[in-house]
C-alpha cells in the first residue's frame, strides 16, 4: 500500500521504517529539515536499538524516503498521524496544535477515499472532533485511530510484533477504515496479533489507560518502598513476592526512582486534565497521588545522598552520577528522574559529574552547566558518592574492588535496586537503596 507517515520523531520514523520493511511504499513528512535530512541519509536522529538496521533493510528495498514537502503525502491511500502532543507549558492538558496542525495539511492533500490514521496520544473527544472537520474540509476521506503501545528502546520490536492492534472507527464507516487497516497489517493479522475494533473514544482511553495504569503500578511498588524504609523491609524481595501472583505479575513493578520520559508522566497528567474537562475529575483523582509519590522518590533520593555522606556536607562533595537517560537503551532526557536528581544535587552545591552511555549531549543541551563526562570511570574518580540512577547494563556490572580504587570514598546509593547489596558491602562499600536497607 502507498502510506504516508506525518511526524518522523521516535514514533514517526519507526513506524514508517517499520512499514516499509513490511512491504508498504512509505514517505515521512516532517517540518524539521535536520530530522528528515539526517533521516534520507540513513541515520537516526536518536538512540533507538534497532533502528539504524531497520532503515538501512527498508531504505535499501526502495520503499522508504523522507521529505519536508507536504505535497508528497496526496499519493498516498493511508495516512498515519504520528506527531507529539507534549504537556502545556502553563497547564497540565495536552498541546495538541500538532495533530490540528497535521490534520490540517493532510487534509487539503488526501485523495477522496483514503484513510487519515491518528496515532498520537490524545485527549479523549479529539477524534470525534477532526472528524467533523475532516467531514466537512475533506468529504469522502475517513478517520481511524490506531493508538501506539511502544516502549524507547524496544520500539522496532514492539511495532514490527505488537501485542494487539486497536482500531477505533466510526459506525458508519467504519468497515472501511477497518478493512485498509487490517490490509496494512496483513503481516501482523497474519501472526495471529489480536486486533479489537472499537468506538473512537474508546481507543483514545485505551492509550491513556494503559499508561496510567503502568504509572500506577510503579508507585504503588514505590509506595511500599517508602513503606519499606520506615519498616526495615525490602521491597525488592515485596516485589518478587507479590509478583508470583499471576493476577498482579512482577513485571513494572521495579522499585527506584520511578518513571520519567516523554509519555508517562505527561499523560497522566493530560488525563486528569481532561477529566476536569469532562466534569469526571474524581474517576482519575488517584492519578495526582501517582504523580506525587513518583516524584517524592527523587527528593528521597536526594536526603539518601546527603545521608550517606556520614556527616559531611552535602555542597562541595563530590557525586558521580550514572545515567541521564529517563532509562537505559535511550538517548532521551525528557523528565528523566536521573538528571532531575543530578539538578537538585547541584542546586544544593553538590559537585555532580553526570555520564551516561547515550544521552549526554541531550543532558547537556538541557542543563548547560551541569558537568559531564564520557565513562562511569571518569564519573566516579574522586567521589565522595556514586549515584545509580539509570539502570545501563554497563553500570549494573560495575566492579565493586575496581570502582573502589577509584572513588574518594566508597559510599554507593543505587537508585535502581539493581546492585547485589551484600557484593558491594563485602567489597567495602557503604551501600544505600531506595526502598530497601
Ligand atoms: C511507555 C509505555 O510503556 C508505552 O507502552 C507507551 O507507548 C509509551 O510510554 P516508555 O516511556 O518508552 O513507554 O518507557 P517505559 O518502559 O514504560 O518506562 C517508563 C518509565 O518507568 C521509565 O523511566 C522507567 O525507568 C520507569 N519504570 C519502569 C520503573 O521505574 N519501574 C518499572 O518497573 C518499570
Redesign the pocket.
Known sequence: MRISVIGCG?LGAVHASAMAALGHDVVGVDVDPVKVAALQRGDTPFFEPGLPELLTEAGATGRLRFTTDMDAVAEAQVHFVCVGTPQQADSYAADVTYVDEAFRAVGRRAAVGSVVVGKS?VPVGTAARLAETLAREAPGVHLAWN?????????VD?TLHPDRLVYGVDGSEGDIATAVLDEVYAGQLADDVPRIVMDYATAELV?VA??SF??T??SF??AMAELCEVAGGDVTLLADAIGRDPRIGR??????????????PK?IRAFMARAAELHAEPAVSFLREVDSINLRRRERMVDLTAGVLDGRPLAGARIAVLGAA???N?D?VRD??ALDVARKLADRSAHVVITDPQAVPNARRRFPDLRYVQTAEEAVQGADAVLLL??WAEYRALDPDKTALLVASPRIVDG?NVLDPQVWRAAGWVYRALGRR
Open positions: 521516535y496520544t493508538p501506539e503501545f511502544l516502549r524507547e528502546g524496544h520500539a514492539d492509550k494503559a499508561n503502568l504509572a503500578k510503579i511498588i514505590n513485571r513494572f513493578l521495579d522499585a527506584g526512582l520511578g518513571f520519567g520520559g516523554g509519555c508517562l499523560d529517563f532509562k537505559p535511550s532521551d528523566s528522574p539509570t539502570e535502581r
